[in-house]
């Protein structure tokens, strides 16, 4: 691997423990990173989901051990997203409304692990739940798989914060639920990608094993509650910045 290649690594590495502390597989970060150091669109989206799809399942198995996923939860959202993932996935995207479309994302995910920071501390287990429609539930999958699909992420940004909003579960299960959510579009994202393109980068074999590592450590992070306001701090402002360079070129 050439110097770029080992920088992402690094990057992807940090990444994966952020992200997977609190139930995500990082895709936003590794295009983040990725969109940083000027890669294009044919590569980053199957290197993001393909990335997904390792600290995803690593979460899951992870997240499920310590009796965090709720498969009643997880089902009504995947059945639509799944399949608009894989569909949303094969669809060609010109260069510049990649960048817009990813910009958005990132300013958007900047904005929301910038919330999470201020209360990752916070105790939430003793507030009433909603029960979990099934309408809302499809009608939300369906968009947030399509948005998977289409930018080469699992989705779980948009889904975590519903989760929360609506009183469907509490801040630990919905780190749970959202990583299930997450491994299930980036494999249906990745398998349409592959379908549309087959290509996947040379390097792709090492930045899994820096991913592999950071997942093992974010979601001992998670699963324990260690504090990560700082670390969640400064991937916002990474976020942010990436946004900017996509938004502003």
Not at 174 to 191: D, E, M, P, Q, R
Request: charge should be positive; hydrophobic fraction near 60%.
């Amino acid at each position: 691997m050439g110097e770029v290649e080992w920088i992402l690594a690094g990057l992807f590495l940090l990444v994966a423990v952020l992200y997977s502390s609190v139930g995500h597989a990082g895709a936003s970060g590794y295009l983040a990173a990725m969109a940083l150091l000027g890669f294009a669109p044919e590569q980053m989206r199957p290197t993001a989901l393909a990335l997904n799809l390792l600290v995803g399942g690593i979460g899951l198995y992870r997240f499920w051990r310590a009796g965090l996923v709720d498969p009643r939860k997880v089902l009504p959202f995947v059945v639509a997203s799944a399949p608009a993932a894989y569909f949303a996935a094969q669809y060609p995207i010109p260069k510049e409304s990649y960048a817009l479309l990813l910009g958005s994302l990132l300013l958007v995910s900047a904005v929301a692990v910038f919330r999470s920071a201020a209360a990752v501390a916070a105790n939430d287990e003793a507030l009433p739940l909603r029960p979990l429609r099934w309408a809302p539930a499809l009608l939300a999958g369906a968009a947030i798989g399509a948005l998977s699909g289409l930018t080469g992420t699992g989705g779980a940004i948009f889904l975590t914060p519903l989760l929360l909003l609506m009183h469907w579960t509490h801040s630990r299960e919905a780190g749970g639920v959202s990583v299930a959510f997450v491994w299930i579009n980036s494999a249906l994202g990745l398998a349409g990608l592959w379908q549309a393109t087959g290509t996947l980068p040379a390097a792709l074999p090492w930045w899994l094993v820096a991913v592999g590592v950071g997942a093992l450590l974010g979601t001992q992070l998670g699963i324990h509650r260690l504090p990560l306001k700082a670390l969640r701090y400064a991937l916002s402002a990474v976020l942010l910045i990436a946004s900017g360079k996509l938004l502003l070129g």
